[in-house]
């Protein structure tokens, strides 16, 4: 009987060998993010999100038969570790693939590491206008581009009547690309700039540009900046006194400890938000329940945005079938999937083509979609 089971015994084993030796090869996927300095705040959320996705990669299969392995780096704010950090990814790790950082500043300086050794970088925490503009053929970007990011809120003033704005940037590339954009389509919807000024970022000289803005007699207030900048604004209109018909700002609204930082203080902020929860995507629903489940914390759009990139990546690694570098840029230019932040899809460039952002604001503790319409929870509300 055991020379019976022997051929088998062989045969068995011949199936179950190049399982065993895909399981033992996984494929090795490198990022940084920002866990420590001045970005941290959005850093850390995308840490856990991507965690999260490897976590589900691994559960449903991995990918190509291969388990997914993570490698995450602390790239502390700084954009030139970052670049460094990649380098030694790339170069000395030999990772598979890369997944981006956070930030347009970081991101620029990664890119031009990946963009040398040819590998796809999936910007889910960048979106500055400028990185699109250097003619970079392995950069791809997971949601609209800065200079796009206030047109729903401008919208929302030429529907109310306000007209007169003043802007007030942190000296960052996506920050600019954010000024720029809406000097652009304040022109284009007939709204007067009264003032603008450039401080440097998470610095309080914020207060100066404030003030002046004030004496420009603008009736709304558009900080362009990161976390401590949306914070610092909001703390200086109360310092002096003044409450515009509407304060907005960047980035840090749309994160739940903006309101847990300033409390009341936080009430009638406006702000973009690349995705919420309530929004009708697949998977989006799921990913939130699963995302505090494991962390005890809502996920913020930079959550969500890093676990998108990690559903393009496998999206464009399940097209091509291959671990090909080439062929996943070439799929990456011309890809067209869902993800749980909606369309993915990009122009010739590699610029983001098919996302769209929402309008929020905080009313009674609660951050409510006001823009667009169709997908609204709240009206706006003006001071």
């Not at 206030?150 to 942190?170: D, H, Y």
Request: proline share 4%; net charge positive; hydrophobic share 40%.
């Amino acid at each position: 009987m055991f020379y019976c089971l022997r051929p088998f015994l062989f045969f068995l084993c011949l199936l179950v060998m190049p399982f065993a030796v895909q399981s033992a090869n996984p494929l090795h996927v490198g990022v940084t993010v920002s866990m420590t300095g001045k970005y941290a705040e959005m850093g850390k959320m995308k840490e856990k999100a991507y965690r999260l996705w490897e976590e589900d990669v691994n559960r449903k299969g991995g990918l190509l038969g291969n388990r997914i392995k993570l490698s995450i780096l602390d790239d502390r704010s700084d954009p030139q570790l970052g670049g460094k950090l990649y380098e030694n990814l790339i170069v000395q790790q030999k990772v598979d693939f890369v997944l981006g950082p956070y930030s347009s500043d970081i991101t620029n300086a990664v890119s031009r590491v990946t963009e040398r050794y040819r590998y796809p970088l999936l910007a889910s925490g960048a979106s500055a206008d400028a990185l699109w503009q250097q003619d970079r053929k392995y950069l791809f970007g997971v949601y609209i581009t800065s200079s796009a990011y206030t047109t729903g809120f401008l919208e929302l003033l030429v529907k109310s009547g306000i007209t007169k704005i003043a802007i007030v940037s942190a000296d960052d590339l996506f920050s600019r690309g954010i000024e720029a954009g809406t000097r652009e389509w304040a022109k284009r919807f007939q709204l007067s700039v009264l003032y603008s000024d450039t401080f440097k970022k998470s610095s309080p000289e914020i207060e100066r540009s404030i003030v002046a803005a004030q004496a420009s007699g603008a009736q709304v207030l558009i900080i362009a900046g990161h976390f401590d900048d949306a914070v610092n604004g909001q703390r200086t209109l109360k310092k002096i006194g003044w409450a515009p018909q509407a304060y907005y700002a960047t980035v840090g609204p749309a994160i739940q400890n903006y309101f847990d930082t300033l409390k009341g203080d936080a009430e009638y902020t406006y702000s973009s938000s690349q995705w919420e929860s309530e929004l009708p995507f697949p998977g989006s629903r799921e990913f939130t329940a699963a995302f505090k489940e494991r962390y005890r914390i809502d996920p913020s759009y930079h959550a969500a945005c890093a676990y998108a990139a990690g559903q393009i990546l496998e999206a464009a690694i399940r097209k091509t079938r291959s671990v090909d570098r080439i062929k996943l840029r070439d799929a990456l230019a011309t890809l067209d999937t869902m993800t749980i932040i909606g369309r993915y899809g990009v122009d010739r460039d590699g610029r983001q083509m098919r996302h769209f952002t929402s309008t929020v604001q905080w009313q009674k503790g609660k951050r409510e979609i006001v823009a667009p319409p169709e997908l609204a929870t709240a009206e706006p509300i003006w001071r």
